[in-house]
C-alpha cells in the first residue's frame, strides 16, 4: 500500500521534527532526554496534525529504539499484552498510546506496572488538556507537554522539504505558484497534517503537476477571499472584527464573520470571540461568556457549515451586549505593579498557619475569619504594606452585574472610611 504524503515525510529523527522547538529545540527539554538517554514517559498534547506521533516516532529513530503504536479507542487489551511481551525481548520500546484520554481502566491497570519498571516508555497523545481528562494514576507518573499549533513558516519549510525529498515526498517536479502556496500554509490553522494532505491531493489533480491558487482553494475547499499572500488580510479581518463588535456594530460584526466562516477558519475566529466576551463585554456581562463557551463547544461538534448557526447567535451576543473592559485593565494594573515592585512580602496574618512551628513564626496569628463578621467581611490589611492602597478596579457599570459589584466595592470602602474616622 502506498504511503500517503505525510506518513512519507514523517521524522526519522528529532534533527527532522518541523516546529516544537521550545521543546525539541538546543538544549531544550525532550531533546536533552534524548540526548542523554534518560527518557523518561511523557504525554504530549495539543491540536491534532501538530507532531504528536512524529515526535514518537523522532524519538525511537533517534535512540534505535522499537516503535510501536497503541490507539486506546479501538485497539484491545490482547494487543497491549503483545507489545508488552515484546518489549521483554527488543529492549527498549516506546510506545505511542494515541488517545489516551480514553483508556479503560483494564488497559489502565494493565499498563501501570509496565511505567513503574520501565519495561516500556509511554508518549501518551491527546488533543485534550490531559490535567482533566487523564486519570491521576497515569498522570502521576509521566511528564506532560503541551504542544503548539505550527506557524506558516514551519508550514512553508515542511512543504519544501517535501517537494525537494524525491525519495519520501514527490518523485517528479512539482511548481507550486506563490499565491497557492501562501494560501495552503496559513489556511491550515497550524496543521501539519492538513497541509501535507491538501498538498498532495493539489498537486495530482493539477495539470502537468503546475499547482495554481484555483487548484489549491478546490483541495482545500476553501476560498482564499480571506489571505493575501503575506496572511495580513487574515488578521485584518479578525481585528476589524473584534473592533466592530467592541464598537456594537451589529451589522459589521456579521460581515466580518461571514468572511471568515467563508475561509474556513474556525479555530481563529473561536479563540478571538472568547477573549472578546472577556476583553469587551466582560463584567457588563458575565453570561455572553457562558454563551460563547457553549456555542463554540456546539461548533466544534458541527463543523462547518452547521458551525454558521451558533456562530451567528454569538456575535450577535457580543456585538449588542454592553461592554467593559474594566475586569482586564485591572488584571493589567496589577501585573504592572507586579513588574514594578516583584514579589513584595505577604502579610504575616495571611500567610500559611497550618504546619508545626508557623506560630512561632507569627505566621496567621491575627487573622480574622471574614465569615465570622457581619455582611462576612472585616477591616484588615490584605495588600502588601507598600502597595497597601492600590485601587485597581474601576467599574464601568454598563450591566446590572458590574453595578452590583460596584455597590459592594462602594460599601467596603465606606466602611474602611468609617473606621479610619
Not at 498537486?203 to 489571505?227: C, G, I, Y
Not at 499572500?229 to 467592541?246: F, N, P, T
Request: hydrophobic letters at 40%; aromatic letters at 6%.
Amino acid at each position: 500500500m502506498v504511503q500517503n504524503l505525510a506518513r512519507r515525510m514523517r521524522p526519522r529523527t528529532i534533527d527532522e521534527i518541523i516546529g516544537q522547538q521550545h521543546l525539541v529545540g538546543e538544549g531544550k527539554i525532550i531533546r536533552r532526554m534524548v540526548e542523554t538517554g534518560l527518557l523518561t514517559s511523557m504525554i504530549l498534547y495539543g491540536p491534532p496534525g501538530i507532531g504528536k506521533t512524529s515526535i514518537a516516532s523522532a524519538i525511537a529513530g533517534t535512540m534505535n529504539a522499537a516503535f510501536r503504536v497503541f490507539n486506546a479507542t479501538t485497539d484491545t487489551k490482547k494487543r497491549l499484552q503483545e507489545i508488552s511481551a515484546e518489549a521483554e525481548f527488543s529492549g527498549q520500546l516506546v510506545l505511542l498510546l494515541d488517545e489516551i484520554h480514553r483508556l479503560d481502566k483494564p488497559k489502565q491497570d494493565f499498563l501501570l506496572p509496565l511505567l513503574e519498571n520501565g519495561q516500556i516508555i509511554l508518549i501518551g497523545a491527546t488533543t485534550e488538556n490531559p490535567y482533566f481528562s487523564v486519570v491521576p494514576a497515569i498522570r502521576s507518573r509521566v511528564q506532560i507537554f503541551e504542544l503548539k499549533p505550527l506557524s506558516p513558516g514551519d508550514l512553508q519549510r515542511a512543504v519544501n522539504l517535501s517537494l525537494q525529498d524525491k525519495e519520501r515526498g514527490f518523485d517528479f517536479e512539482v511548481q507550486i505558484d506563490q499565491d497557492a502556496l501562501s494560501f495552503l500554509v496559513h489556511a491550515t490553522n497550524g496543521d501539519l497534517r492538513s497541509t501535507f494532505n491538501a498538498l498532495e491531493l493539489a498537486v495530482l489533480s493539477s495539470l502537468d503537476h503546475h499547482v495554481t491558487l484555483n487548484d489549491m482553494e478546490n483541495s482545500l475547499q476553501r476560498k482564499a477571499a480571506t489571505f493575501d499572500k503575506d496572511g495580513d488580510a487574515h488578521y485584518d479581518i479578525l481585528s476589524a472584527l473584534q473592533k466592530s463588535i467592541r464598537g456594537s456594530d451589529v451589522n459589521a460584526s456579521l460581515h466580518y464573520a461571514a468572511r471568515l466562516i467563508e475561509g474556513g477558519d474556525l479555530p481563529s475566529l473561536a479563540r478571538r470571540l472568547m477573549v472578546m466576551a472577556y476583553e469587551d463585554v466582560g463584567l457588563a456581562n458575565p453570561d455572553a461568556a457562558v454563551h460563547t463557551m457553549l456555542a463554540l463547544q456546539a461548533c466544534e461538534k458541527l463543523g462547518f457549515p452547521e458551525a454558521r448557526i451558533p456562530l451567528a447567535n454569538v456575535v450577535i451576543d457580543l456585538a449588542l451586549s454592553p461592554k467593559s473592559n474594566a475586569a482586564y485593565v485591572a488584571m493589567d494594573a496589577a501585573l504592572s505593579d507586579l513588574g514594578k515592585y516583584g514579589n513584595l512580602p505577604i502579610p504575616a496574618h495571611l500567610q500559611d498557619g497550618h504546619y508545626a512551628g508557623a506560630k512561632a513564626l507569627g505566621r496567621s496569628i491575627s487573622y480574622q475569619y471574614a465569615h465570622d463578621f457581619p455582611n462576612h467581611w472585616v477591616d484588615q490589611q490584605y495588600l502588601p504594606e507598600l502597595i497597601k492602597s492600590a485601587d485597581y478596579f474601576k467599574p464601568d457599570e454598563m450591566g446590572k452585574y458590574e453595578k452590583a459589584l460596584n455597590l459592594r466595592k462602594k460599601w467596603i470602602e465606606e466602611q474602611k472610611r468609617d473606621r479610619k474616622n
